[in-house]
């Protein structure tokens, strides 16, 4: 019997590692290579690891990420980098299998392979169509809103929002030049950069990305964005879009939860028009630790060892 392909997450002990080892707990298809936690950091031990491993899956912040990636010297180990380090290298593929025709394909034959972050993922979702129909001009001059739960800071985060005093919600990246802007105008196809404001809130997972427009920076109707989007996704399993206007999602007939689909590998787009048509805005809805981070290196994990996309995810 072939041996069972190997897998070493890099991180295996912090937010991100840790989901990733419970969505692949029950798997018999491959086998986990694993440190234990006082090992974390030893570089030796992850070296070791790093070039014995099939598949290295890292969960690190970035400077560390590209540390394990110039230490691997192995030729045949395939690399999910789940930091913001590579997402818009040329010489990486970018983890978002449902980004166009072909993305699918080209991460179940890559080398190596950049998880998208959170944020752009509903970002990109909902931008990348439009532009793709020449329904929204890439010069566009866009606002973003997002807003995460709190892991979506990792452990450091997580510690202030557990065990100290937080705050209910909060606007962060008043800087105005996110880790995730790069990645958002490179993969969605927009020249300009946007104005992107995140936020956090008390509560530990859940994700709302939000795009306003004026249909005067359209070429076409809210109902066309509404078809666009829904025909760019009809054979998606894990992006799902509303029709326009979507009414039985909002509880009490007025607010959009941020945390319906946690636990899940599911994206919501959520389109909504004012009554006359001329102001708009587009909703993602996702699960920060879900598709926004695990559950999409997971679906990338599958993609690579050529098992069926959803195994495992919920
Ligand atoms: N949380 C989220 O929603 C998302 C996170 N990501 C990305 O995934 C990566 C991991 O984030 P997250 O899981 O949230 O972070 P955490 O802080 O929760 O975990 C990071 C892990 O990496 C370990 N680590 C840190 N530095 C080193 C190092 N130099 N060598 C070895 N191990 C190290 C930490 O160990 P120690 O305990 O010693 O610090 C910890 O176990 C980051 O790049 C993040 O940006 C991506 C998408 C979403
Ligand atoms: C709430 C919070 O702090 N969120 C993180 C993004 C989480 C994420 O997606 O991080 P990656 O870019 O590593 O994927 C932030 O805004 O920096």
């Known amino acids: 019997m072939a041996s069972k392909p190997t897998l070493f997450i890099d991180g295996e002990h912090g937010t991100t590692g840790l989901q990733i080892v419970e969505r692949l707990s029950g798997r018999e298809d491959l086998a986990l290579l694993s440190l234990p936690v006082e090992l974390r950091r030893s570089v030796p031990d992850r070296e070791a690891l790093l070039n014995s491993a099939d598949i290295v899956i890292l969960c690190l912040p970035d400077d560390a990420a590209k540390e394990s990636v110039a230490a691997i010297h192995n030729p045949a180990v395939r690399v999910i980098d789940a930091s913001t380090a590579h997402r818009v290298a040329p010489d990486w593929v970018y983890g978002f299998p449902e980004l166009e025709s072909g993305q699918r394909n080209r991460i179940a034959n890559a080398k190596r392979i950049a998880n998208p972050g959170c944020y752009a993922t509903g970002a990109i979702a909902l931008l990348r169509p439009l532009i793709a129909a020449a329904l929204l001009p890439p010069t566009a001059a866009l606002n973003i809103l997002g807003v995460s739960g709190y892991t979506g800071g ?11 005093d937080p705050e209910p919600f909060a606007f ?55 078809d666009t989007l829904a025909q760019w996704y009809a054979d998606e399993r894990f992006v799902t ?41 587009l909703i993602a809805r996702l699960d920060n630790l879900g598709k926004g981070a695990s559950g999409a290196a997971v679906q990338n994990l599958n993609l690579l060892l ?3 996309e959803a195994l495992g995810l919920i």
């Open 154 to 164: 990792g452990k450091a985060l997580i510690e202030v929002h557990e065990d100290t």
């Open 172 to 226: 962060y990246g008043l800087g105005l030049s996110h880790k995730h802007l790069p990645e958002i105008q490179q993969h969605s196809g927009l020249t300009a950069k946007p104005v992107f404001l995140p936020s956090v809130g008390h509560f530990p997972t859940g994700m709302l990305v939000a795009i306003p427009l004026h249909a005067a920076q359209l070429n076409g109707s809210a109902q066309q964005v509404a």
């Open 241 to 281: 879009v509303a029709p326009l206007n979507r009414q039985d999602t909002l509880l009490r007939g007025a607010f959009l939860r941020a945390d319906t689909l946690s636990g899940t590998n599911q994206l919501e787009i959520l389109p909504y028009a004012s009554a006359s048509g001329d102001e708009l805005v």
């Open 306 to 308: 050529g098992q069926d």
